[in-house]
């Protein structure tokens, strides 16, 4: 059918408008304080074998399982009261739509795709973390269309995915116009998976990345796909291949759930990137505190980070769940929405549990002279 990105974007405000208000419901505030669930889900499987080793020996589908059943384990046997989900945990076809879907249902605090990269040179080396976004090089995209054209393999793709052509540049129009609510978080977890992979057994650290991945564009929490290494890189096909490299490389992205968990249910963040430029607030604009009855004139306060988001929102945007008593802060070419004015973290941490009802992801910053704190 016609792709019409418009069409589908005014989809998706109302479906992301749908499932906050779903989520928002009959939870207590401290409820969103811990992690509780987390959906593993290892790339491809029955009929859709992903990349195949030059050999024809080994398939992506089997290293993307067995890596995540070993990450689930570790989960479980540290944080029993988590919740370990798998997308597929026995060799079968599970459709993209679908793995995003069970963590939806389920109502996951974060997703984890597992893969294995492949390309035509036998040099590319190393691990790399994306996150929904667009693609900014013609590198990017190559693998984007790579892991979204297993959906050819689904029956009635092109209603399912809304006339979306997984080799056709227009179709990814559509992933800019995505208000990625969770981006921020997913970032920082993706941070924390690339920083752990430093320790090997891979080293080649290629960074993460962003692009228009059909697997991540639905799910409605924090989500990443992490591509552990190269199946057509010799030096990476001998790790990947190795059960007890494949238990490290498990062990890596456990010690990134483990750092992010920490950050999350402390309500706050180790920052993992430069705070940058201020620009205005929208008004109304945060609304002075006067606990002490006048104001803190160090220009120094904590607030509470509710919303990462590429563009500026329109004050009725469902995202912003009917709040108007926020401001925003450029970082980057990001913007991050917060709400309150505290003079402690403490103090900010004391309404954290309210603001997450509605906003789950939400974490306490500060901000000085108009910049978040590092
Ligand atoms: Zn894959």
């Known amino acids: 059918m016609p792709f019409n990105p418009v069409k589908l974007f005014k989809t998706i405000l109302i479906c992301a408008g749908m499932l906050a208000g779903t989520l928002s419901y009959g939870q207590s505030g401290s409820?969103?304080?811990?992690?509780?669930?987390?959906?593993?889900?290892?790339?491809?499987?029955?009929?859709?074998?992903?990349?195949?080793?030059?050999?024809?020996?080994?398939?992506?589908?089997?290293?993307?399982?067995?890596?995540?059943?070993?990450?689930?384990?570790?989960?479980?046997?540290?944080y029993p009261e988590v919740k370990v989900l798998y997308t597929r945990s026995t060799d079968k076809f599970v459709e993209l739509g679908e793995r995003a879907a069970i963590a939806n249902r389920n109502k996951a605090d974060l997703f984890i795709s597992i893969h294995v990269n492949s390309t035509k040179s036998t040099q590319a080396s190393g691990t790399e973390t994306w996150v929904m976004g667009t693609h900014k090089s013609e590198s990017n995209f190559e693998l984007c269309k790579a892991e979204n054209s297993v959906i050819k393999l689904e029956n009635d793709y092109e209603s399912k995915y809304e006339g979306f052509d997984p080799n056709s540049p227009e179709s990814y129009i559509i992933f800019s116009l995505l208000q990625n609510t969770h981006l921020e978080q997913s970032l920082q977890l993706a941070g924390h998976i690339q920083k752990h992979f430093g320790k090997g057994p891979i080293y080649t650290n290629r960074g993460v990345?962003?692009?228009?991945?059909?697997?991540?564009?639905?799910?409605?929490?924090?989500?990443?796909?992490?591509?552990?290494?190269?199946?057509?890189?010799p030096k990476d096909y001998n790790i990947l291949i190795n059960k007890e490299k494949q238990n490290q490389i498990a062990g890596r992205i456990f010690n990134a759930f483990q750092?992010?968990?920490?950050?999350?249910?402390?309500?706050?963040?180790?920052?993992?990137?430069?705070?940058?430029?201020?620009?205005?607030?929208?008004?109304?604009?945060?609304?002075?505190?006067?606990?002490?009855?006048?104001?803190d004139n160090s220009g120094a306060f904590f607030s509470i980070q509710i919303l990462s988001v590429n563009k500026i929102l329109a004050n009725n945007a469902p995202d912003l769940k009917g709040?108007?008593?926020?401001?925003?802060?450029?970082?980057?070419?990001?913007?991050?929405?917060?709400?309150?004015?505290?003079?402690?973290?403490?103090?900010?941490?004391?309404?954290?549990?309210?603001?997450?009802k509605t906003f789950p992801g939400a974490f306490v910053i500060q901000i000085k002279d108009g910049k978040i704190v590092k």
């Open 323 to 356: 709040r108007k008593d926020y401001t925003y802060i450029k970082v980057g070419n990001l913007y991050k929405y917060c709400v309150g004015k505290y003079n402690s973290r403490q103090e900010a941490a004391k309404n954290l549990p309210d603001v997450r």
């Open 259 to 295: 750092s992010y968990k920490e950050d999350y249910e402390s309500g706050g963040k180790t920052g993992t990137e430069s705070a940058g430029t201020a620009v205005g607030n929208t008004p109304p604009a945060i609304a002075p505190r006067t606990d002490a009855g006048r104001e």
């Open 31 to 78: 409820t969103f304080t811990k992690l509780k669930t987390v959906v593993i889900d290892p790339g491809h499987g029955g009929y859709d074998a992903g990349c195949i080793s030059k050999n024809g020996k080994y398939k992506e589908k089997n290293i993307a399982l067995s890596v995540s059943l070993k990450l689930g384990a570790l989960i479980k046997e540290k």
């Open 209 to 233: 990345k962003q692009g228009g991945l059909l697997v991540l564009w639905k799910t409605t929490m924090p989500s990443v796909l992490v591509e552990i290494g190269f199946l057509s890189n």
